[in-house]
């Protein structure tokens, strides 16, 4: 069973620029989540879809983060402008129906200069 | 709103100690806690997951238990590895109403085992 994929894996851009990350989950996972990793911390919470509605987005920052994921199965979460401070590891992680384990791609670490 | 703290923030051991990593949440009303592997500039793998009716769950060398009650889970690793030197992660997952079910992480503990 293949995993999460991510891409890019890397991003370095300057701060007021714009970007955009892309997750596909598991196949058949309907419930997808984003998240936030800064350096030192935990994962933190971003948007959780189940299909390609949204369940949870109260701790996004939704003046400059946009999620969506029309055709519920790949997802796209942009930044736009970009701050220093989103310099971060970008998570993506999917959950079956059936299990309650979620499974992390490998991430994209993004770099605001 | 839900906290999940980690001791210690790192630990450096020699290989073939058994060790303990700390995990304590302040809401106890929980649906799992699950622990995670992160190795640099890797995703998180999956190590272990209990169910809140569970007691503790083991696979290989690792055991982990919960205590709901009191808030605390601890991951038991026996015979370390030079291999297990990473970062190991706490999540709790806590339903909070139509649906939304994200998990709340730790900071981590950073292990080192040392050859």
């Known amino acids: 069973e293949a995993g999460v994929a991510q891409s890019p894996r890397y991003k370095i851009i300057e701060k007021r620029q714009s970007v955009a990350f892309w997750c596909n989950p598991i196949s058949g996972h309907a419930t997808l989540y984003w998240y936030q990793q800064i350096l030192g911390q935990g994962p933190k919470l971003l948007i959780q879809?189940?299909?390609?509605?949204?369940?949870?987005d109260s701790q996004l920052p939704k003046d400059r983060f946009s999620a969506e994921r029309l055709k519920g199965v790949d997802s796209t979460l942009k930044i736009q402008p970009a701050k220093l401070e989103d310099s971060a590891v970008y998570l993506c992680a999917s959950r079956g129906q059936l299990t309650y384990e979620q499974y992390f791609g490998p991430g994209t670490r993004l770099t605001v200069t | 709103k839900q906290e999940v703290t980690q001791i210690p923030a790192a630990l450096s051991v020699p290989e073939g100690e058994n060790l303990v990593l700390n995990c304590s949440f302040t809401?106890?009303?929980?649906?799992?806690l699950q622990w995670f592997r992160q190795d640099p500039g890797k995703g998180l793998t999956s190590l272990l997951l209990i169910q809140s009716s569970q007691r503790e769950q083991t696979s290989g060398r690792l055991n982990a238990s919960l205590d709901k009650s009191s808030g605390r889970s601890t991951l038991y690793i026996a015979a370390s590895q030079p291999g297990d030197s990473a970062t190991y992660l706490c999540a709790v997952r806590v339903y909070s109403g139509g649906g939304a079910d994200g998990l709340t992480f730790g900071k981590g503990t950073h292990l080192i085992i040392q050859p």
């Open positions: 879809f189940q299909n390609n509605g949204v369940v949870d």
């Open positions: 809401d106890s009303a929980i649906y799992n």
